[in-house]
């Protein structure tokens, strides 16, 4: 008996449309390794189309109040919560996670995240108007810069897909958006609630691969190119923007350093570390993956870090007792498996180092000892679940360690002294510092990173600012 796969599509105007050449792409479902949908291969009619929509939808989305847009948001917040079961399935096929932490750690921040840039479109700042020449009145402008060409990585479909359209259509922006070649399913079912909600045209979905991401940066009609993924794609946009000055918004890799100073309670700052390494199965760009430790306690925290991780599960979406579940496709399996294969030989692979099963694309809780700041591994981001353990002698080496790499997204410290977690906080040239935690956000805090990581914010206030432009208005009194 052959199953039917399921048929996904594109959005575009209000509808659901093929790929307007019929080309599709096979969607597979990471827990088990087998096909379960397919996916339009978006051409440049595809994306031609979709910015036509979003262009002509924008003047009057553009005009509507702040307040008008705040309840379509909010609305689209609450249709999320009514729809949480149908998302939830729709991520776990996309993606394999479990379905309990998809409910718990994913829902209820996304919905809250909405909700918050939605109360955000009425509270745009500028400078007070005044006459700052005499006989003259300034004030300031914040607009929406128009369509927004957005692309999301795989790694959390639904969430990322949050950060872009959100801020966007909260700032007066329309939207065409690719969810990445391997989960497009939660980014069309967000399609299909959305379209219930806001106008045709300011809302867009296209799906596709590298190329079809690569047109719609390069097409004409975007103000703004924003995506998250790797630094190669980052960079390959900002090339492509920079032909006709495109605004460019990057949100890329990350290799966070985790400080653990000789004050700290090992056992407390194993588990949470442990946790924020492991969860999602490590495919997160501000996972506790490099931890550097100092040398009085380096032994005894590799040694319950290892025990940590022997103890970590992962398996099927189903199983309630799994942290995470598969990494997303047979590509990502094959890095962080190399990664492995390729350690120098002063390296020591304190836990796990393999795959698990021989269905779907599971790789066990790793943990790595005994590396150099110039391993491969230490300096390149293996996106899995894999934690790397250094040793340093005082806070001056923390630092150059921490700091030594090309990424500059989050990091932490944990210690009990207060003057040096503040020390530490100042020189970590992160984005984030994290303080005897590591890796929770909340909407109103801005998450972005410096260096080879991008520029431009999600969330807060700043990430809705992102989206606007300044204009300066000044009339004569006279």
């Not at 509808?15 to 291969?41: C, K, M, W």
């Not at 103000?223 to 918004?249: F, P």
């Amino acid at each position: 008996m052959t199953t039917e796969l399921r048929r996904l599509r594109n959005y575009i105007n209000g509808e659901f449309r093929d790929a307007a050449d019929g080309r599709t792409i096979d969607v597979i479902n990471p827990a088990t390794g087998e096909v379960y949908a397919t996916s339009p291969l978006s051409g440049q009619a595809d994306v031609d189309a979709a910015m036509e929509a979003a262009a002509a939808a924008f003047p009057a989305w553009r005009d509507t109040t702040p307040a008008e847009r705040q309840k379509v948001l909010l609305k689209i917040a609450d249709a999320f919560e009514e729809r949480a079961e149908d998302l939830i399935a729709a991520e776990v096929e996309n993606t394999g996670k479990p379905v309990a932490l998809t409910a718990s750690e994913e829902i209820p921040p996304m919905v809250d995240q909405i909700r918050f840039f939605a109360g955000a479109a009425r509270l745009l700042e500028g400078r007070s108007a005044g006459e700052y020449m005499e006989g003259m009145t300034s004030i300031i402008r914040r607009e929406p810069v128009g369509v927004c060409a957005q692309v999301a990585p795989w790694n959390y479909p639904m969430m990322m897909a949050v950060w872009k359209f959100a801020p966007a259509l909260a700032a007066g922006n329309t939207v065409v958006l690719k969810p990445s070649d391997t989960t497009p399913a939660s980014t069309v079912l967000m399609a299909e609630i959305i379209g219930q909600i806001v106008p045709k045209g300011v809302f867009n979905v296209v799906c596709g691969d590298r190329e079809t991401g690569k047109a719609m940066v390069e097409h004409p009609t975007p103000a703004m190119a924003s995506i998250t993924g790797s630094v190669r794609a980052g960079m390959q946009v900002a090339e492509s923007a920079s032909k006709d000055v495109k605004r460019v918004h990057l949100e890329l890799g990350g290799k966070a350093p985790v400080v653990v100073f000789e004050d700290t309670d090992i056992d407390k700052a194993v588990e949470d570390i442990s946790v924020a390494g492991f969860f999602n199965a490590g495919q997160d760009c501000t996972a506790a993956t490099r931890v550097l430790v100092h040398e009085s306690i380096h032994d005894e925290f590799v040694a319950a870090l290892a025990k940590a991780a022997a103890e970590t599960k992962t398996g099927q979406p189903d199983d309630e007792d799994v942290l995470y579940g598969p990494l997303n496709n047979a590509n990502q399996l094959g890095q962080v498996a190399g990664f492995i294969d390729r350690l120098p030989a002063h390296a020591k692979v304190e836990a796990g180092g393999h795959r698990v099963g021989d269905k779907g694309y599971f790789y066990a809780p790793t943990v790595v000892s005994g590396l150099k700041q110039d391993d491969e591994i230490i300096q390149n981001e293996v996106f899995g679940p894999v934690i790397t353990v250094q040793s340093f002698t005082d806070e001056a080496q923390a630092l150059e360690f921490a700091n030594g790499v090309e990424y500059a997204l989050a990091s932490s410290v944990w210690t009990k002294d207060h003057q040096r977690a503040m020390r530490m906080s100042k020189s970590l040239d992160f984005g984030c510092v994290w303080i005897n935690t590591h890796i929770p956000l909340v909407a109103e805090m801005p998450h972005g990173g410096f260096k080879k990581s991008g520029y431009g914010k999600d969330l807060s206030a700043y990430g809705f600012e992102d989206y606007t432009r300044i204009k300066h208005v000044m009339t004569s009194l006279g």
